[in-house]
């Protein structure tokens, strides 16, 4: 009868529900997605489809379908021929095989980077920041329109899974407005980056050329001839001590460096700072903005000024010291002298670099290239390698030198901006998207530091940041039912990744993300 039916049913049921509580916690965490249940039978952990059917009562019961695989505690879930059959929620056009180990690699290395963007935006626009710098560090310079095909084809996307962010272009270009427009997170987010610095900063611009129409910061600037086209100027600074990145600002191309030091010193409350900077910011007035607050100043002097011709006139070198870097050592020579109650003018010569330069200019002279003669070499030999310093730091000779010589660094970033990280045609024409990707170009950059540092650890100097990316990016993961697997991974890859604080995945299996990570 019916009712007996209904009894055998609920039977049936109370006995599924039995079993299932029976079923190990270890085991069901790697049941593969809905509609699978997993069922004890002989000692072993079988995995069955099962669907909703609506029984003659009206009312929907279970019907289970074929086994698709077994699950092993120590090695999760194995399907069997019969797992093409299950669907799941899963698409058959979604992606299956993800670009993960240089992103998980980033992410890894760059945390504390996303931990201090946490400490200034709302947890998903910190992630969507950190997402967007990491694919831009990752690819190299990715136009806005493209970066969605990054982002989804990446381990970004899972984990950032349940974080509600987009990565489209709308998206993105909201992103930008609002980092260029409510600059309040933004300057206090480079604010303590500043109060966190070894106080030693050296700012320097950089040209980049504007490929956009109608861009509002897009001009004719020095470099036209260069670029073949209008240029915008990214200005940064960056701590001569660390490496990191603290700030940036974009400007109009025709901007002069020296003119964006007022506007700097009014956006940022600098206090005992020591400035090192290009002679292109020499200025009377700048001089005196990088002197206020208990601030101080390394400059090289221009050629033109009377400062320099007077600590020119009657050179004689009075003192001596070796100039170390690294393994390399040089020999510099130098005279000083006072030009105020604070300020001080060094004229220091590197002996090697004053040789290697007269080698060079022989050299030139031998193969015939054009402006080299040995009227200018005589007239010029004993200038090479001379640098003529201004500052008003209480240092020493030495101190003043080294200090400089560290405002190399900064350079070293621009040319990883323009060569590694291809940011050389922005197509943005917009002021506040432009300013918002100056924003995205200094997290890129101390994303880029943080890397640096982890290869330096290494101590192997065949080893560069480009070769571990290119590493890393061997690593995949699949994904099988709910979980995703490590694939093409290598024993001696994984041990240096491992030695530079990145460990992928111990085991065969990574279940996806239940919970944000933020």
């Known amino acids: 009868s019916r009712g007996l039916g209904d009894v055998y049913k609920r039977q049936e049921r109370r006995n599924d529900t039995m079993a299932a509580s029976k079923i190990p916690e270890e085991i069901k965490k790697h049941r593969p ?141 909201s992103l930008l407005d609002n980092l260029g427009r409510r600059t309040t997170r933004v300057v206090r987010y480079e604010e303590e980056n500043i109060r966190e610095s070894s106080s030693a900063i050296a700012i320097d611009g950089h040209a980049i050329r504007s490929c956009s129409d109608e861009n ?6 020095y470099k036209f001839l260069q670029l073949k086209g209008e240029q915008v100027n990214l200005l940064m600074g960056y701590d001569i001590n660390t490496g990191m990145p603290l700030f940036a600002r974009m400007f109009r191309g025709s901007c002069s460096d020296k003119a964006t030091i007022e506007d700097l010193a009014d956006l940022f409350a600098f206090s005992g700072i020591l400035f090192v900077v290009d002679r292109g910011f020499y200025s009377k007035k700048n001089l005196r903005i990088l002197s206020a607050n208990d601030n101080s100043y390394i400059i090289p002097v221009p050629s033109h000024t009377d400062v320099f011709k007077t600590a020119m006139t009657g050179l ?112 943005i024409q917009d002021y506040y998207k432009e300013q918002g990707f100056a924003f995205i170009m200094l997290v890129t950059g101390q994303i880029h530091q943080r890397m640096l540092a982890a290869v330096k650890s290494l101590n192997n100097s065949t080893m560069s940041v480009h070769d571990v990316l290119l590493m890393a990016r061997y690593l995949k993961m699949e994904r099988r039912g709910n979980n995703w697997n490590l694939k093409n991974a290598r024993k001696r890859d994984l041990q240096i990744l491992e030695r530079m604080g990145f460990k992928p995945v111990s085991y065969t299996h990574l279940t996806l993300p239940t919970n944000s990570r933020v």
């Open 33 to 173: 997605g809905p509609c699978t249940e997993v069922k004890l039978i002989n000692g072993h952990y079988y995995v069955y489809m099962y669907q909703s059917v609506q029984l003659p009562s009206g009312k929907w019961g279970k019907k289970t379908g074929k086994s698709i695989g077994t699950i092993i505690a120590d090695k999760g879930f194995i399907p069997n021929r019969n797992y093409h059959l299950y669907e799941g929620t899963q698409s058959q056009d979604e992606i299956t095989v993800l670009e993960y180990g240089q992103y998980a690699l980033i992410g890894e290395i760059a945390h504390d980077v996303l931990t201090s963007l946490e400490r200034h935006f709302p947890a998903d626009r910190a992630c969507q920041i950190f997402a967007y710098a990491s694919i831009l560090y990752a690819n190299g310079f990715v136009h806005q329109d493209q970066v969605h095909r990054y982002y989804e084809q990446s381990w970004l996307s899972q984990e950032y899974k349940t974080v509600p962010f987009q990565m489209g272009k709308t998206a993105l270009g």
């Open 216 to 221: 509002d910061l897009g001009e004719s600037g």
């Open 316 to 427: 004689q070198y009075m003192d001596e010291f070796y100039y170390r870097s690294g393994k390399k050592h040089s020999r510099i020579e130098y005279t000083s002298k006072r030009i105020s109650e604070t300020e001080h003018v060094y004229v220091f010569r590197d002996i090697d670099e004053n040789e290697k330069c007269r080698f060079n200019y022989q050299h030139c002279i031998e193969l015939g290239k054009d402006g080299y003669t040995w009227e200018k070499f005589e007239q010029n030999k004993e200038y090479f390698g001379v640098y003529v310093l201004q500052s008003n730091a209480a240092f020493s000779a030495e101190e003043v030198f080294t200090g400089y010589k560290k405002r190399w660094g900064i350079e070293t970033l621009y040319q990883y901006l323009k060569n590694k990280g291809n940011f050389n045609d922005l197509m």
